[in-house]
């Protein structure tokens, strides 16, 4: 992988996204590079450091 498909999300950007379907707070994993929608119950992607914050490219939660 090259160093921006690894690049972290930007801590200020962190501190005000919010999930676009429950406007609650995100969880960032930096692992599985991904912003976590507790409420939702769904993952946005975040590629090259960028979170896509799209509910239909979100992946659901497993219960």
Sequence with gaps: ????????V???LLEILVCPVTRETLRY???AHELI?????????????????LPDEAR???D
Excluded: N
Aim: a negative charge; charged letters at 35%; proline letters at 9%.
């Design 10 to 12: 930007d801590p200020k």
């Design 1 to 8: 992988m090259s160093d921006t498909q690894t690049r972290d």
């Design 29 to 31: 994993d930096r692992e």
């Design 37 to 53: 929608s507790e409420g939702a119950g769904l993952a946005y992607p975040v590629r090259d450091g960028i979170p896509i914050m």
């Design 60 to 62: 659901q939660l497993d």
